[in-house]
Nanobody
């Protein structure tokens, strides 16, 4: 079965950086686009970044553009999210996502807290 396991979250000071990882299994990773979402307390889940199956194209949320880099290693079945210049408003649970046909799969999420 499809499994997505996020890691790399934590507490970071404003202006700091984090690199999130999402290890995928149970499907042909290299055949699917992957996305990162986030959900802040009391807010809806929002799309943060997407990368195509071969990594050739990426898209980012306007609110975080310029501070994010999404990448993937198809040999390791892992997608990454490098986040720089983090702000308190980036505090959220970050989720990895893959859509296969009509089904959408999520990891358990990793908490990112930006605070001094």
């Amino acid at each position: 079965q499809v499994q997505l396991v996020e890691s790399g979250g934590g507490l970071v000071q404003p202006g700091g950086s984090l690199r999130l990882s999402c290890a995928a299994s149970g499907f042909t990773f290299s055949s699917y686009a992957m996305s990162w979402y986030r959900q802040a307390p009391g807010k809806e889940r929002e799309l943060v970044a997407t990368i195509t199956s071969n990594g050739g194209s990426t898209n980012y949320a306007a609110s975080m553009k310029g501070r994010l880099t999404i990448s993937r290693d198809n040999a390791k079945n892992t997608v990454y999210l490098q986040m720089n210049n983090l702000k308190p408003e980036d505090t959220a649970v970050y989720y990895c996502n893959v859509i296969r046909g009509i089904l959408s799969y999520w990891g358990q999420g990793t908490q990112v807290t930006v605070s001094s």
